[in-house]
Structures are given as C-alpha cells and as structure tokens.
C-alpha cells in the first residue's frame, strides 16, 4: 500500500486531529510572521534603525523564509514532514525569544532572520500534509479553503495582539506572543501527526538547495539595497552572486536525475497560472501592509492597538471569502472566480490612492475590504492548482512551490513598495531642504537632516528631540513625502493587479464542476 493510500485509509477521527494539528501550525506560522508589522514604527524608533534597517526588520524573515522552503519541501518529502514540523516550532521559539531580546536593529534582523528559516522547515509541511491526507479534490479544496482561513485569522489576531501588548510591555515583547501557541502546536503534533514520510522518496538534490538559497537570499536582499544604494558596494557583488546562483540553480535542476524543482512542471499552465498569481497577488498585499503599518501610526496617529484595529476588516474579509470561493470554483469554475478577486484587488488598490495626510477610515475600510474579499477569492483556487497539478509523491514540492511563490511575492513587494516609498520620501525631503536659503540650511545640522531623510520615523524623531515651529513643519512635510511615496508604491499594486488577472483568464482552466460532470456523462 502506498504512503497516500495508507493515510486516506486513516479513520475520520484521527484526519481530524491531524488537520487540527496543521492548522494550529499554520495559525502559529500567520501569527509569527505578522506579528512585527504593527510594532514596526516603535521599533525603528526604539532601535534608532535607519531606512534599510526598517526595510531589513521588515523583510528580512521573508528573505530567510523564501530562501529555504524549496530544500525544506523537499526533505519534508524524503525525511518525512512530521520531522520537520516539529524543527521547526522547537527552532521558532528561541528565535522569538532571543528577537524580543535583541538591543540593536542588525541584531533583530539576525533573529528574525532564524525565525524565518524555522518557518520555512514548518510551514510547507502543513500544506503538502493537508494535500496528502485528502486525496480528494472536493474535500482537498474545502480542507485549503479552511487552512487559507485559519492561516488569515493568525494574520488577523496578530496585529491586535502586538497593539495591545506594546500599550503596555516594551517592543520586545510581541516576539513572545508566538511562543505559548507554538509549544502548545508542538505537543499536538507529536501526538497527533503520522511521519508522513513515503517509502521510496527521491534523494534530495543538496546542490541544487544551496543554489535555491544563495539565489533566492541574494536576489531579494538586492532588490532591498538597489534602489536605495545605486550602483554603490554592496550592490554590484551581489548582482553577480544573483546572476550565478539563478543560473547555476535553472542549469542544475535541468541536468539532476533528481532535482529539487522539476522545471518542467510549469509547462503545465494550472500550476503555472496558480504559483503566477500567488506571487503577484502577496506582493500587493505585503507592499500595502507594510505601507499601511507606518501610515495609520506615524501619519494619522493611531494608537497600536487602534492600527491593529485598523487593518482587521481585511483579515476577516479573507477569513469569510476563502470557503466562499470553493463554492464559486464549483459554480463559476476557477477562472471566472480568480478574475473576480483579482479585479476587486486592483480596486482596493486604486482605493489605496486615495489615502491622504488627513483620510476618514472609512476610506482605509474600503480599501481593506477589497483587497480582503479579493484575496479570499482568489487564494484559494489558486492554490489548489497548483496541488491539484502534481501527484501526491511530491506534495512538498507542490506545497513548497506555492510557498516559494508566496513567501517571494511578500519580500518582493516589500522590498519594491519600500524602495519606491523611499525614493520618493527622500528626493521630496532633498528638494525641499535644497530650496532653503543658506543661513537656513546652516540652522539644520548634518545629522539632524540625515535623520529627516532617512524615513518618516526618524523626522518624527528629530521633531520630538527639537520641539518648536520648525519642527511641526518637518512633520507635516515628512507626512507628505510619505503619502506621495505612498501613492506611488500603490501604483505598482495596480499594474500587478492587472497582470495577475490576465494571468488568471488566459491560464487558469475555465470548467465548472458542472462541466466536468456533463463531459465524463458524456464520455
């Protein structure tokens, strides 16, 4: 008996526990990563980070993450995922340990740097298992639709959670939100998960895994400095560290008797379509997160708690929309339902222009809405196209690909949101401090000016270390920069938008399950 007949043999009740056991995984998973976007203003300012650093504490566990979840995926599926569940909750409690502990910003970057690795050995095995104990398409679907939903309600309880906590302990103390829940899920999967590890796995192609992790780290981590570096060291380095690495990765998997990543996968328009689509649709999320996390506290004053507040109608509009685009897949078929999320995203990115130095929430609720209901339309079959294209045997890989695509979107949409909002924060900040006289400009010292360009957190600091008539003018004029850097950054969610609704009509399949039923009568 195969691996994945043996676990579908499994009694009901023991299913259950071991999907209880993956949720709770990809609940703690959503928690971890979201939990520092709310506290990301106190912390910069607490950490005197710069605006690299404030971009690195922003994605650098998406960098760490999207760096190891293909090798991860793979020996998930050689070694058994059990395994590598279990690493990786006991690895992310330290890490969230030692983060809220970190006393400069290079140093948190370095843990939540770990923390990201140790959700990269967890958070494919919650996926790749749900795909193998529910051989099923229909109860497959309905089993992601619920874990889209539970991971959504980790991102959703997150933000609230680190708001109320930094009302009242130090910044530090939202990285041990995770670690109660992560030790609870670590006790629940030793007891209720299977090894899941199937009998004849392919070796695990070693070389091709560190290539994946030199070509995905670089890559990103160049797409953070290059816009804000230039042509300066480090960049150039890493530019020919990138180039190499996605060379020798594409030459390597193409070559291997057993590569990490058969690219000859995407040949397959679903899983292409799909892993397109998830990519796309996570780098407009995360650029307008990121984004949003500095604009509801430093521009509209928002307590933490309150930007928590803020952001959860998105959440909960995923939560509500996930299981709702199962039923629209069955009815409307795959197309017809991501075209639809996709087309309410560009309009809550176009909402998201909107935002201004002086915006009701009702504005930001709109834009929350849309992006919610939409990605909840949208993530779902996406994510079943790409599972539903590869065969049980490589259910990690499957898992790993949407994860990678994910996890990549994230940190790209992070890095390129972040790079165009500081772009064009500081050349407002440039103009308007070379328009000043030169007995004004003699009045600001150097390094106060630095401070001012270096992003919004640090002119906010300037201005409550200098109080007075000058200082609330580099306040309002900080809070424009940042809005127009703002604006500009959600021009890029709309073209993404865009494009990721072509992609959907012209790859993703169009048949109902109405279709399919008509066509195997037909048969």
């Known amino acids: 008996m195969s691996h994945s007949a043996s676990i579908a043999a499994v009694d009901p009740g023991k299913r259950k526990m071991m999907l209880v056991a993956l949720l709770l995984g990809a609940f703690v998973t959503m928690l971890n990563t979201a939990v520092a976007s709310v506290a990301l203003p106190t912390i910069a300012a607490a950490l005197d980070a710069t605006g690299t650093q404030i971009h690195f504490i922003a994605d650098g566990f998406s960098i760490a993450l999207t760096a190891f979840v293909l ?182 998997q193409l070559r291997a008797a057993h590569p990490l990543l058969d690219l000859r996968v995407f040949t397959q328009k679903p899983l292409t379509g799909g892993a397109l689509i998830i990519m796309i649709l996570f780098a407009v999320l995360s650029g307008l997160m990121y984004l949003s996390a500095q604009y509801t506290q430093s521009v509209l004053g928002y307590s933490t ?55 009701p929430y009702l504005l930001l609720l709109l834009t929350f809405v849309l992006f919610g209901v939409g990605l909840g339309l949208a993530m779902t079959p996406s994510t079943s196209a790409i599972l539903d294209t590869l065969p049980s045997e490589q259910a990690g890989i499957a898992s790993a690909i949407n994860d990678v695509t994910r996890d990549f979107g994230e940190a790209f949409g992070i890095a390129i949101n972040g790079a165009v909002a500081a772009v064009v924060y500081t050349t407002i900040i440039d103009d308007a401090y070379g328009g000043l006289t030169p007995e004004q400009r003699a009045t600001v010292p150097d390094t106060i000016y630095r401070e001012i360009r270096s992003s919004l957190s640090g002119a906010l600091s300037a201005a409550k270390a200098h109080p007075g008539p000058e200082a609330d003018t580099v306040v309002a004029l900080a809070r424009d920069a940042f809005v127009s850097g703002q604006a500009k950054a959600a021009a890029i969610g709309v073209v993404l938008g865009l494009v990721c609704l072509v992609v959907a009509y012209f790859l993703l399949p169009d048949k109902t399950a109405r279709d399919a039923v008509v066509a195997h009568e037909g048969a």
């Open 305 to 359: 708690l309150k930007a928590g507040f803020a952001t959860l109608p998105l959440t909960v509009a995923v939560f509500i929309a996930s299981p709702v685009s199962a039923g629209m897949v069955q009815r409307l078929g795959a197309r017809r339902t991501v075209v639809l999320g996709s087309a309410l995203v560009v309009l809550g990115a176009i909402s998201s222009r909107w935002w201004s130095a002086h915006s």
């Open 71 to 252: 090798i991860s995926g793979a020996v998930g599926d050689a070694y058994g995922r059990k395994r590598l569940f279990i690493g990786g909750l006991a690895l992310m409690m330290p890490a969230a340990i030692m983060a809220s502990r970190s006393t400069s910003a290079n140093e948190l970057i370095l843990w939540l740097m770990a923390s990201g690795v140790a959700t990269a050995l967890l958070f494919p095995t919650t996926l790749s298992s749900i795909s193998e104990i529910y051989p099923d398409k229909a109860e497959r679907a309905r089993a992601v639709a619920l874990w889209a939903g539970t991971a959504s309600a980790g991102a959703a309880v997150a933000p609230i959670v680190s708001g109320w906590m930094l009302e009242r302990y130090p910044w530090g103390s939202v990285f041990l939100v995770s670690v109660p829940l992560a030790l609870i899920t670590l006790v629940v999967g030793i007891f209720a998960l299977d090894p899941m590890k199937h009998a004849n796995p392919a070796p695990v192609d070693w070389l091709g895994g560190v290539l994946s992790v030199v070509a995905f780290a670089s890559l990103l981590t160049l797409v953070i400095l290059a816009p804000v570096e230039g042509w300066e060291p480090p960049v150039p380095t890493l530019a020919v560290i990138a180039a190499i690495s996605v060379i020798g990765f594409i030459v390597r």
